[in-house]
């Protein structure tokens, strides 16, 4: 995907079917500006319907995860295959949640962006460092090894189609954000690490969005950074009138 001013909502395991309904629904009446884009992550069970409600519109729909695989016995799970059939172009892999609590590794992420690039979705690539490791500043050895880890296997020609997600541990649901600064100086490395690996054409194609306790007050703040393309948001994405505050402050 070519480098695009993007908020996206992560709806992580939130609302009732009637609430997320009625949030997609309000988004949809308010939205209707072609930048930055806006993509909406809801739970797996709410998906499809709400591809419907917002089909024709400038909000698109993604996935919060996918499988490795594209079919089998794997009771439980949804797979890129799966999420290609119902229309859904976006897929959130990596996020620290799931690394954390599902066990999920580089390598294991490595297969998912591979699964997911073959049904031809666009991952939303999570990256991002806990606080110990950026109290002792070893943030920018541990975001690149993700980045060796569970992406650089890529072609340039598939690495272009992802999106990518700086997500700060120590920031994520805390109330904490990092500083426009500390998002910028990382956004910038990544960009540079990128551009070693893949050149100038596609470190400035690649979108890199910014994730962690965004909000509607902080929002503009950190999209002033010039690697700053985005943002993923959680919390506040379940609040259509922050939210969209946030998609206003570009
Ligand atoms: P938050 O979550 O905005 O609630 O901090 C961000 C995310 O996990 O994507």
């Not at 309000?26 to 797996?44: D, H």
């Not at 090894?145 to 020609?157: K, M």
Request: hydrophobic share 40%; charged share 20%; aromatic share 8%.
């Amino acid at each position: 995907m070519k480098r695009t001013k993007i908020v996206a909502g992560n709806w992580k395991m939130n609302t009732s079917f009637e609430e997320g309904i009625a949030l997609v629904k309000n988004l949809r009446e308010a939205y209707n500006l072609i930048s930055p884009k806006m993509i909406i992550m809801p739970p797996f069970t709410y998906l499809t319907e709400i591809k419907n409600i917002v089909d024709g519109t400038v909000i698109s729909v993604g996935a919060q995860n996918c499988h490795q695989e594209l079919k089998g016995a794997y009771t439980g799970e949804i797979s890129p295959s799966m999420l290609k059939s119902c229309d859904i172009p976006f897929v959130i892999l990596g996020h620290s949640e799931r690394r954390q609590y599902c066990g999920e590794t580089d390598i294991l992420l490595a297969k998912k962006v591979n699964a997911a690039l073959s049904q031809g979705l666009t991952p939303i690539f999570c990256v991002g460092e806990p606080l110990d490791v950026r109290n002792k500043g070893e943030q920018n050895d541990f975001v690149l090894n993700q980045f060796i880890n569970g992406l650089f296997h890529l072609s340039a020609n598939d690495f272009e189609k992802l999106i990518i997600a700086y997500e700060p541990i120590w920031a994520i649901g805390t109330g904490l954000t990092a500083s426009p600064e500390q998002a910028q100086g990382m956004h910038a490395f990544i960009r540079q690490e990128i551009k070693n690996k893949y050149g100038e054409e596609v470190s400035a194609s690649v979108s890199i969005l910014y994730g962690g306790s965004v909000k509607g007050s902080n929002a503009r703040d950190i999209f002033s950074k010039p690697d700053v393309d985005g943002a993923l948001v959680g919390g506040a994405s379940l609040d259509v009138v922050d939210f969209l505050k946030i998609a206003n402050s570009f």
